[in-house]
């Protein structure tokens, strides 16, 4: 308004106001420079005025030719046409901001699997320079889990006690500088190699508990899958990224390439993730109130309030549904990871595909696991929606993570073609994704308050198991000449982590 404020416009009117009518002085907009012509039909209306200021109320009025005002109108200058309701400082809402928080989880999340797959493609050529075997090439390859396993349950803690937001930034730029500094420590030694892997993979640490604290805060619960899987089919992309430029890169710039490409998209991420990002909506200076409170009255198990006291480790260890999460994320990194590191081998190896087709085959799984994982996570907010026990959708989401996966590897013992195999390790990519809308969001309902902390106790767990399972299928691969004995083994451990799963996961909260 040009000379009241918006309380006394709304103190001076009142219902029994006279409405607006065509030949209201809307009609001089005809005669401005841009040629604005009134729509104003010949029916009375009302404005709804949404709000101007923060901290501001809302409430309704009718307008006068020197109010703002959002009724329907064109500008024939530049050919605009809409009703659109204006925001704080004139801008236009249109994504929620809710889900412009999800992409930029989505896109960091994509980054942090690109900076470990670039390892997993480089690692072959640098083990044909530097001679190593098939045993010590595992070594080198889960050398990113020696960090990893480490700041999982700090970050998780860190997460609880300071938010998502500054955790995860941190943890971007300390894990793009060790990407950043990895050739160069290839070229210095062995041991300076592992050590920046390392240093990696303690500053990728923080990445998951930040995830999913940080959408538990911006999304109602029956919308918490789907963000999950959104931000996760980013995580699988990066895989099909990591594996598709670094063989270009390698080829065409040479082992410092993807590493300098990748190191500067995270540089450049935090800067976008500073200034548009809060840890809470409520702090956000980019909100509507009407999606706020959208947020906030779908919160079911979330407090705004951050603990500053150590999270209760005994206590969290004393309950068997906190013992269905470790088990069931140490099985699906124990799979994962074998798939995740070993297939550029596996193909190169078995079928003998040169190192670009062997991208291209493993490529190809984590494309399609990103979209069966956002089908997996609308599919459980379906099932919330139409009423089914939350216990229920949670034990069945994940049973298909284990037994799809479990029977795929099974099948693949006896894939006579790199085409079929390739097939068969898209099924179980693809059905164990299914686990996003089980065991990983499990951690929120049962433990909102200590959630990062759990996480990285599981995550520990899972990291540890990775890594038993990455130096393992070089030691068996060396031992038997075969990939078929341990994929039959991680088979087998998808069956037994079911039955554990079903029999002491809940969904109800229990700290």
Same mark, same amino acid.
């Given at each position: 308004?040009?000379?009241?404020?918006?309380?006394?416009?709304?103190?001076?009117?009142?219902?029994?106001?006279?409405?607006?009518?065509?030949?209201?002085?809307?009609?001089?907009?005809?005669?401005?420079?841009?040629?604005?012509?009134?729509?104003?039909?010949?029916?009375?209306?009302?404005?709804?005025?949404?709000?101007?200021?923060?901290?501001?109320?809302?409430?309704?009025?009718?307008?006068?030719?020197?109010?703002?005002?959002a009724a329907p109108a064109r500008c024939t200058a530049e050919g605009i046409e809409g009703g659109m309701v204006r925001r704080e400082g004139g801008?236009?809402?249109?994504?929620?901001?809710?889900?412009?928080?999800?992409?930029?989880?989505?896109?960091?999340?994509?980054?942090?699997?690109?900076?470990?797959?670039?390892?997993?493609?480089?690692?072959?050529?640098?083990?044909?320079?530097?001679?190593?075997?098939?045993?010590?090439?595992?070594?080198?390859?889960?050398?990113?889990?020696?960090?990893?396993?480490?700041?999982?349950?700090?970050?998780?803690?860190?997460?609880?006690?300071?938010?998502?937001?500054?955790v995860m930034g941190w943890g971007v730029v300390l894990w793009s500088l060790a990407t950043l500094i990895t050739p160069w420590a290839a070229n210095?030694?062995?041991?300076?190699?592992?050590?920046?892997?390392?240093?990696?993979?303690?500053?990728?640490?923080?990445?998951?508990?930040?995830?999913?604290?940080?959408?538990?805060?911006?999304?109602?619960?029956?919308?918490?899958?789907?963000?999950?899987?959104?931000?996760?089919?980013?995580?699988h992309l990066g895989n099909v990224m990591g594996l598709l430029l670094t063989p270009i890169m390698l080829s065409s710039i040479g082992i410092s390439?993807?590493?300098?490409?990748?190191?500067?998209?995270?540089?450049?991420?935090?800067?976008?993730?500073?200034?548009?990002?809060?840890?809470?909506?409520?702090?956000?200076?980019?909100?509507?109130? #009407?999606? *706020?409170? $959208?947020?906030? =009255?779908?919160?079911?198990?979330?407090?705004?309030?951050?603990? +500053?006291?150590?999270?209760? &480790?005994?206590?969290?260890?004393?309950?068997?549904?906190?013992?269905?999460?470790?088990?069931?994320?140490?099985?699906?990194?124990?799979?994962?990871?074998?798939?995740?590191?070993?297939?550029?081998?596996?193909?190169?190896?078995?079928?003998?595909?040169?190192?670009?087709?062997?991208?291209?085959?493993?490529?190809?799984?984590?494309?399609?696991?990103?979209?069966?994982?956002?089908?997996?996570?609308?599919?459980?907010?379906?099932?919330?929606?139409?009423?089914?026990?939350?216990?229920?959708?949670?034990?069945?989401?994940?049973?298909?993570?284990?037994?799809?996966?479990?029977? #795929?590897? *099974?099948? $693949?013992?006896? =894939?006579?073609?790199?085409?079929?195999?390739?097939?068969?390790? +898209?099924?179980?990519?693809? &059905?164990?994704?299914?686990?996003?809308?089980?065991?990983?969001?499990?951690?929120?309902?049962?433990?909102?308050?200590?959630?990062?902390?759990?996480?990285?106790?599981?995550?520990?767990?899972?990291?540890?198991?990775?890594?038993?399972?990455?130096?393992?299928?070089?030691?068996?691969?060396?031992?038997?000449?075969?990939?078929?004995?341990?994929?039959?083994?991680?088979?087998?451990?998808?069956?037994?982590?079911?039955?554990?799963?079903?029999?002491?996961?809940?969904?109800?909260?229990?700290?």
């Open positions: 308004m040009a000379a009241t404020t918006s309380a006394q416009f709304l103190s001076h009117s009142s219902p029994s106001s006279s409405p607006l009518t065509p030949r209201s002085d809307l009609t001089n907009f005809r005669n401005t420079q841009l040629r604005f012509t009134s729509r104003v039909s010949g029916k009375p209306f009302s404005v709804r005025y949404i709000r101007r200021n923060r901290g501001a109320g809302t409430g309704r009025g009718e307008g006068t030719a020197r109010t703002k005002w801008g236009v809402r249109t994504m929620p901001e809710r889900y412009k928080v999800a992409c930029l989880v989505a896109c960091v999340m994509c980054l942090c699997n690109a900076d470990r797959v670039v390892m997993s493609v480089a690692v072959v050529p640098l083990a044909a320079k530097h001679g190593w075997s098939s045993s010590f090439l595992g070594v080198v390859q889960s050398s990113f889990l020696w960090g990893y396993i480490l700041s999982s349950v700090i970050g998780g803690a860190l997460v609880d006690r300071y938010g998502g937001k500054k210095r030694s062995t041991f300076a190699l592992l050590m920046a892997r390392a240093f990696f993979g303690l500053a990728e640490g923080v990445a998951l508990p930040s995830m999913t604290t940080l959408l538990s805060r911006w999304f109602p619960s029956h919308e918490r899958a789907s963000a999950v899987g959104i931000s996760m089919a980013g995580f390439g993807p590493f300098l490409l990748f190191s500067s998209i995270g540089f450049l991420w935090v800067l976008t993730w500073a200034y548009q990002v809060s840890n809470d909506p409520q702090d956000s200076h980019f909100i509507s109130r #009407s999606e *706020l409170r $959208l947020i906030q =009255a779908g919160q079911t198990t979330y407090s705004s309030k951050q603990t +500053t006291n150590f999270p209760p &480790l005994r206590l969290l260890l004393s309950k068997s549904p906190s013992w269905a999460i470790i088990f069931a994320n140490a099985t699906n990194n124990w799979g994962y990871f074998v798939l995740l590191s070993w297939m550029p081998v596996y193909f190169k190896s078995v079928y003998h595909v040169n190192l670009k087709q062997a991208a291209w085959f493993s490529a190809v799984p984590w494309a399609t696991m990103a979209i069966s994982g956002y089908i997996a996570g609308a599919t459980s907010d379906s099932l919330i929606k139409e009423g089914y026990p939350l216990t229920f959708v949670r034990k069945f989401m994940q049973s298909i993570g284990f037994i799809g996966p479990a029977l #795929s590897l *099974l099948c $693949l013992n006896y =894939a006579n073609t790199p085409a079929t195999a390739a097939v068969l390790i +898209t099924a179980a990519l693809s &059905l164990s994704s299914f686990s996003q809308a089980g065991f990983m969001l499990n951690i929120q309902d049962i433990a909102p308050q200590y959630a990062g902390f759990l996480h990285g106790i599981s995550n520990s767990a899972g990291t540890l198991a990775a890594i038993i399972s990455t130096i393992g299928t070089g030691y068996f691969v060396e031992w038997l000449g075969s990939f078929q004995a341990f994929l039959t083994v991680t088979a087998a451990l998808y069956f037994v982590s079911t039955i554990f799963w079903n029999l002491f996961a809940t969904g109800e909260r229990v700290f």
